[in-house]
């Protein structure tokens, strides 16, 4: 058998962006110069056509049609002709997904959704390390309707789960390691007591197959400016199974989502299908960023997205295993098919480490306590990018491991 070479150089990585079948995407993103942007799991880059989009709809369509956008320019039912352009990419159906709100803000509608559904039942189950928003917005959902939520740590996971538990709410990514939850398993165990289950899509969409319908999930939320690119603050979508729609309440209604609005009627009268969770007017200027946001994605598969982040993944582990000092460790769990679209490295200095690369051109963050952390958008990062930027910041740590 001819020896493989599992050293990394600059060449070997250039190979493989020869061959990368998501290479000709990276044009669909306005890249600054000299900067390696490992920080898309936080704030996506820019899609090139953002700024055309945007411009054309504040002068043509604001500018000009003024009121009559409403109904002559699609503003409307952009909450639902977005979600159905997200669905595709979380493995959901049309009708299945809306664009509202913010996260915390549409985690809390659909907790307190599903708490009302299951009245017997009062119990909102998560794990201590989920992402801390998503704590205090369960919580503060659960506490409206005289529940509690029940934290547990993540090994407890499924065996905390019983016939109290009305909903079960989980981040699939864990935001500081990128460990990912058995999304299908933890979903039949919740089944299996007659709970629903929740997850928060935040690290997941735009970076990872979440198959939604395939495994069942009954809910989920999740923001779009992280791998979906929809700009600083662009509106989160949610996700009510097709079969749940007709029995969940939203719990805090709003005229958009009365099923006939105008009619400016006192009683609450619900919208058919997705349409009822929606409560204010939907935010056109920051849709329009997220419409032409998601061109980018037009013709991709995410399991072609999904193959390309395991191997940045793995390439940027391998370069610092090889190049880092002992005192930079890998946080993220190594095995691939366990890790979202990041890795974390432990460092004692993990602050200084992230500046120190950053001042090279290498953008990632810090969490504190010692995680320096490292996004991987498959859509506009090239393999010879993260090769440098995991020899910048091994570098950067050995520096400050002397
Ligand atoms: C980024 C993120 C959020 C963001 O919440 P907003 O309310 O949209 O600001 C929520 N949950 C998780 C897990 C996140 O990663």
Same mark, same amino acid.
């Given at each position: 058998? #001819? ?17 990368d079948?998501?290479g ?8 600054p110069?000299?900067?390696? =942007? ?10 090139? +056509?953002? *700024?055309?989009? !945007?411009?054309? /709809?504040?002068?043509?369509?604001? +500018? ?5 956008g ?12 977005? +979600?159905?352009?997200? &669905? ?43 992402? *801390?928003?998503?704590l205090?917005?369960?919580a ?11 934290? $547990? ?6 065996? &905390? ?48 197959? /979440? ?13 779009? =400016?992280? =791998?979906l690119?929809? +700009? #600083? ?6 996700? $009510? ?18 099923e006939? #609005?105008?009619?400016f ?15 204010? !007017? *939907? ?6 960023a ?5 061109? &980018? ?7 072609t997205?999904r ?45 200084? %480490? ?5 001042d090279?051109? $290498? ?12 996004g991987?958008?498959p ?13 910048? %910041? ?9």
């Amino acid at each position: 058998m #001819p020896a493989v070479d599992t050293t990394w150089s600059i060449e070997r990585a250039r190979a493989l962006d020869d061959e990368d079948a998501l290479g000709g995407i990276r044009h669909r993103f306005l890249r600054p110069d000299g900067l390696v =942007y490992l920080d898309g799991n936080s704030l996506g880059m820019l899609p090139t +056509g953002v *700024p055309e989009a !945007t411009r054309r /709809v504040v002068e043509e369509e604001w +500018g000009r049609a003024l009121i009559s956008g409403w109904t002559e320019c699609g503003w409307m039912e952009a909450p639902e002709r977005l +979600g159905d352009r997200i &669905a595709p990419i979380i493995g959901a159906g049309p009708g299945e997904v809306l664009v509202a709100d913010t996260t915390s803000v549409a985690l809390a509608k659909l907790v307190g959704a599903a708490l009302a559904a299951r009245r017997d039942r009062r119990v909102v189950l998560t794990s201590a390390d989920n992402f *801390p928003s998503d704590l205090y917005a369960a919580a503060g959902a659960a506490r409206l309707q005289g529940a509690e939520l029940r934290v $547990v740590d993540r090994s407890e996971l499924p065996a &905390a789960l019983d016939e109290d538990v009305a909903v079960c709410c989980l981040t699939q990514v864990d935001f500081r390691t990128g460990e990912l939850h058995d999304l299908p398993g933890l979903t039949a165990a919740a089944h299996e007591v007659g709970a629903l289950a929740l997850f928060d899509l935040c690290h997941s969409a735009g970076a990872l197959p /979440v198959g939604l319908g395939e495994h069942g999930v009954d809910l989920a939320v999740g923001c779009t =400016y992280k =791998y979906l690119n929809g +700009g #600083p603050g662009s509106p989160s979508f949610l996700y $009510v199974r097709e079969g749940l729609q007709g029995e969940l309440e939203n719990p805090l209604p709003g005229w958009l989502g009365h099923e006939t #609005p105008f009619d400016f009627d006192r009683r609450w009268r619900p919208a058919e299908g997705i349409r009822r969770f929606l409560t204010s !007017t *939907p935010p056109i200027l920051a849709l329009t960023a997220l419409d032409a946001a998601l061109d &980018a994605f037009e013709g991709v598969s995410i399991d072609t997205v999904r193959a390309k982040s395991e191997r940045l993944g793995q390439l940027f582990i391998e370069v610092i295993d090889d190049l880092g000092p002992a005192s930079l460790t890998v946080a993220s769990p190594r095995e691939a098919a366990r890790r979202g679209s990041q890795v974390s490295l432990e460092h004692p200095r993990a602050g200084e %480490v992230v500046a120190a690369a950053a001042d090279k051109g $290498v953008v990632g963050d810090f969490r504190s306590p010692g995680l320096c952390r490292f996004g991987f958008a498959p859509l506009y990062l090239s393999y010879a990018e993260v090769f440098q930027a995991a020899e910048l %910041v091994s570098a950067a740590a050995t520096s400050l491991s002397d």
